[in-house]
Every structure is written in C-alpha cells, then in structure tokens.
C-alpha cells in the first residue's frame, strides 16, 4: 500500500510525467486498497462525460470565435475598399474574355474598317482599345 501510495503522491505532484493509463491503474489501486472503487467507477464516467462537455463547448467556442473574426475582417476591408482575391479573380476572368473577344472581332473586320489602319478616314492613329494590363503594372 505503501507504494501505492508513493506512485499516487509522484503522480498527484507532477514529478513524473506518466500516461492517462498509468494514471488511472494507480488511483483505482489506491481507491481499491481503501475500499472506495465504487466511488471510482461513478467518477471515472462523471469526469469523462464532463471532459466531453468541455471539449464540445471548447470546439464550439473556438467557431464562434473565428466567425466572430472573419466578419469583423470582412467588415473593415470592405470599409477599406479591399477586394476579396476570389471576387477578384473572377474580375480578372472576365477581362481576359472581353479582351479575347474584343480581339477576335478586330481580326474578324474588314482591314479598311480596322481601328489604325491607313486610310481608315484620314484620322490619327489610334492604340488599342483596351489597355494592356502588363503595360499599366510597368506605368
């Protein structure tokens, strides 16, 4: 009983660092020895359920929290004029299509008609209609 009791202080004061397992096979041998295992059992279930509690409202705490966070990121870009990337993106996107389409359509009119060609009514020749977006990163 004696070393029961020694493993149990060790265990109780941090000295050792021993495994839920250990732990557990210690103080029901202690328990065992002073008659109290039925008050073990009942409070091995208490404290697991308990320990589920607290982990399910620690998880739970933990969602609300970074929701809590992401709106009030969200909240102050917008304030800021931030853009998230993907609404970004799919600007991007879009662009790339009008530019892709924008071009087919100058390659597809006739060469008199074509914005800068000669002859084209005399007028002064004219760039692009849509700026290139590797020409505005340089400017």
Do not use: C
């Not at 929701?67 to 609404?87: H, I, P, Q, Y």
């Amino acid at each position: 009983m004696v070393e029961a009791v020694h493993t149990y202080v060790t265990l109780v004061t941090g000295l050792t660092r021993v495994t839920w397992d250990v732990g557990r096979v210690v103080t029901r041998g202690v328990l065992g020895q002073v008659g109290l295992l039925g008050v073990a059992d009942g409070a091995e279930r208490r404290v697991n359920k308990l320990t589920e509690e607290l982990v399910s409202a620690g998880r739970a705490n933990r969602d609300l929290l970074e929701n809590l966070v992401a709106g009030e990121v969200t909240k102050t870009a917008s304030r800021w004029g931030f853009v998230r990337s993907d609404d970004l993106d799919e600007v991007r996107e879009e662009i790339a299509e009008v530019r892709a389409q924008l071009a087919r359509q100058q390659a597809a009119a006739p060469p008199a008609v074509q914005q800068g060609s000669p002859g084209a009514g005399g007028g002064p020749e004219l760039g692009p209609l849509v700026p290139d977006r590797d020409a505005e990163a340089g400017a």
